[in-house]
């Protein structure tokens, strides 16, 4: 488990610094996009969050707020309670914010990528039949991400996996989602359109890690055993795009070496 990170204010209701202090909420944006945010978003946050306290209606500070607070959250590893509460309280605060992002502007791409995200980590962290709750915003907000922006690697990467994660519950699973949430719409979860998802959010942008990783998961799924190799083995060479890189990186040697002398089913 990786060290806890320092706890995060997220005391947006209190009354924001005087005037004459203020920074217009574009400068506060622009310094949160200048700290690489993917690398550093604990650092990203807290400028975000200073563009929301001078305006809490604006489209680019919400919805990007909501895409790093989710960077921070996701790692926040382990199964105690206080981290799971702590978690869950920080992807809480992200689509609260993602929410407004797609209120703010709904033709957005990136608000509706913002609430598919957030919302697909919090579900990593449930059981099955939680999962299932969140299932329809992940397909709903993702794909009208897509349909709004068609190169939004993000979107796709998240619609990707959320075939992917739906094709991996168990029969049972499936069964009590049909029966009591009304999930008969996971139907829709087909192998061929994760991986089609996972291949275009790759092609989109080819140097980011996790797209690469959890392609390759999906070719596991699929026994496509080489496929997963090479894809496996090109992530070594790329260079740092995101706070999880180390684990990701680890995460894919270590599946190379499971799969290394295995032969293609398909």
Known sequence: MRPSLPLIVLALAAAPPPLAAQRPAAEHVALGDSVEPL???TEALVHYQDAIAVD???YEQLWKAARTITDVAKQIEGDADSLKRRRDSLYAVGRA?????VRANPDGADGHYALALVVGR??????????VRFAKVIFDEATRAIALDSTHDGAHHVLGAWHA???RLSGIQRFFAKALFGGGFLGKANWEAAVAHLERAVALRPAYVYHRLELAEVYVDRGRYSSAREVLASIETLPPSDVMDPEYRQDAAALLDEIRDK???T
């Open 39 to 41: 690398l550093h978003p």
């Open 56 to 58: 809490s209606t604006g």
């Open 97 to 101: 914010w993602a929410e407004a992002a």
């Open 122 to 131: 919090l579900s990593r962290t449930k059981g099955g039949k939680e999962r």
């Open 165 to 167: 994660e739906v094709k």
């Open 263 to 265: 032969k293609d089913k």
